[in-house]
């Protein structure tokens, strides 16, 4: 099992910048493909990034991409979302979760999750 816990989330303004981070316990972080999700006020979950276990393939959402780049450290159990540019849409709760069951955007294939960081952006 891993547990997670997700931190860096706060109030910016539209154009700013913010990294998220997600600490992992456990020994096999390694072995994990890891994910990050937001949730904003009446929509469903929706995916926005995922690594795999090396850090040589990524997946973003159509809707972020060439704005945040997820990535990784094994050494220190960490995955991180960096969010440039942010606009008021990426306005929600932002999830990092684990999937021991292979690549994917799918939440379903995700077992393990944050309890979440509210990212909210500014007009």
């Known amino acids: 099992q891993v547990q997670l816990v997700e931190s860096g989330g706060g109030l910016v303004q539209a154009g700013g910048s913010l990294r998220l981070s997600c600490a992992a316990s456990?020994?096999?972080?390694?072995?994990?493909?890891m994910g990050w999700f937001r949730q904003a006020p009446g929509k469903e979950r929706e995916f926005v990034a995922a690594?795999?276990?090396?850090?040589?393939?990524?997946s973003h959402a159509d809707s972020v991409k060439g704005r945040f780049t997820i990535s990784r450290d094994n050494a220190k159990n960490t995955v991180y979302l960096q969010m440039n540019s942010l606009k008021p849409e990426d306005t929600a709760v932002y999830y990092c979760?684990?999937?021991?069951?292979?690549?994917?955007?799918?939440?379903?294939?995700?077992?393990?999750w944050g309890q979440g960081t509210q990212v909210t952006v500014s007009s």
């Open positions: 456990g020994r096999t972080f390694s072995s994990y493909v």
């Open positions: 690594i795999n276990w090396s850090g040589s393939i990524t």
């Open positions: 979760a684990a999937s021991a069951k292979g690549w994917g955007r799918e939440s379903g294939l995700y077992a393990y």
